[in-house]
């Protein structure tokens, strides 16, 4: 049986770059697994943090050192594709947050015409952006919590504005809220403030990141997670809860082992479940998903609402991460799955076109 040349495309130029690593590293294990390895071939390429793209013998190196490639003095290179890019019939592109998740990969591959694992142009845009995709998530009537959408222009350019912003903040918002990077995620660059200088700290940190930036009213809630597998038809897993000591769910907090505790499934009703299964799905289905996605909420005990928090369209694959341990708990091992993802990319791929 001839082999699927599947190109998995990790590391890119994007804050969430060392997760990446770690999400490719998993992926190529369960690709190569004993399951999959007469189907495919593996070949991974590696984006440096400055963009450049590296072919299969250097890209394998990453993955077996983890370590991201060094790009001190590093000139901006003319965009060059690696030669063996050119036989891929599958790509898998497991990265983070701009520059991957955020629809612009999606773009050269569907210029290619080769299949690819995941959402569209359409899907990962609008589900990257945190103030375009809960605009749309109030439009489909998803609850979530109130939220002001600011610029980095906003931010930096008028000292004189600043002051009035950080008061409407206060009004609207109050604290604690939570200051983003609208195009991000593994929770770089998120703070959560308390006080007024911690406010103006948190926004000048959050537009250094991204010229979008959003901040949250917080909510005293519990965190729970979907995940969501399919095209036309998908299916939402069990749900699962994420329990930790820290202040809120940073960085160190997801991807240091102990740190979190996942519950699944999630200690839960039924009734509170089916509600978060079919939000996760009306989620996926709105912004136009594809493929995979891990849809994050919480759960206001108090009140007994269920408000969205955001969709990850390319979540992670790490030891810590929930996406292939919610799959898991659904019946639905590592090395099945991501065999299920490439099967959807292909069945999106057989779809007529529409030119
Ligand atoms: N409005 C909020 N109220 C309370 N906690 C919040 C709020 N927004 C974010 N948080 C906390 O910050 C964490 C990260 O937020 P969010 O999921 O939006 O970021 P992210 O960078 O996209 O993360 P990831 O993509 O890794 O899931 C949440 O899991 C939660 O712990
Ligand atoms: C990778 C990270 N953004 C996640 O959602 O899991
Ligand atoms: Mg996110
Ligand atoms: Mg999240």
Request: net charge negative; hydrophobic share 40%.
């Amino acid at each position: 049986m001839t082999k699927l040349k599947v190109g998995l495309l990790f590391g890119g130029r994007s804050g969430e770059h060392e997760v990446s690593i770690v999400s490719a590293k998993a992926i190529s294990e369960a690709l190569t697994a004993e399951e999959n390895a007469n189907k495919y071939e593996l070949l991974p390429f590696y984006i440096k943090k400055d963009g450049s793209w590296q072919g299969p013998d250097i890209a394998r190196q990453v993955l077996s050192s983890g370590e991201a490639l060094s790009c001190e003095n590093s000139q901006p290179t003319l965009w060059q594709f690696p030669a063996a890019a050119e036989t891929i019939d599958v790509w898998f592109p497991i990265l983070h947050g701009p520059n991957g998740e955020d629809g612009t990969i999606q773009g050269l591959l569907s210029l290619m015409q080769v299949p690819f694992v995941g959402s569209g142009v359409l899907g990962s845009a609008a589900g990257m952006d945190k103030i375009g995709m809960k605009s749309i998530f109030a439009q489909a009537g998803l609850p979530q919590v109130k939220y002001m959408a600011l610029t980095r222009e906003q931010i930096w350019s008028n000292p004189c504005i600043f002051p009035k912003l950080c008061d409407d903040i206060e009004q609207n918002l109050g604290y604690p809220c939570f200051v983003k990077p609208a195009n991000l995620g593994s929770s770089v660059g998120i703070a959560k403030v308390r006080s007024r200088s911690e406010l103006e700290a948190a926004l000048d940190s959050a537009a250094s990141y991204d010229r979008r930036i959003i901040v949250e009213a917080g909510v005293n809630a519990r965190e729970v997670e979907c995940a969501v597998l399919g095209n036309e038809n998908p299916k939402a897993s069990t749900v699962g809860e994420i329990t930790y000591e820290s202040d809120f769910y940073d960085y160190e907090t997801k991807y240091t082992s102990g740190k979190a505790d996942l519950l699944i499934p999630a200690p839960l009703p039924d009734a509170v479940i089916s509600q978060i299964q079919s939000s996760a799905i009306q989620a996926f289905t709105t912004l136009d998903c594809a493929g995979l996605a891990r849809v994050d909420f919480f759960y206001v005990e108090a009140t007994g609402e269920v408000l969205i928090n955001e969709i990850n369209t390319l979540p992670g694959f790490t030891a810590t991460s929930m996406y292939p341990q919610l799959w898991a708990s659904s019946g639905v091992s590592f090395p099945e799955l991501v065999d299920k993802l490439v099967r959807l990319a292909i069945e999106l791929n057989s779809e007529p076109e529409t030119t």
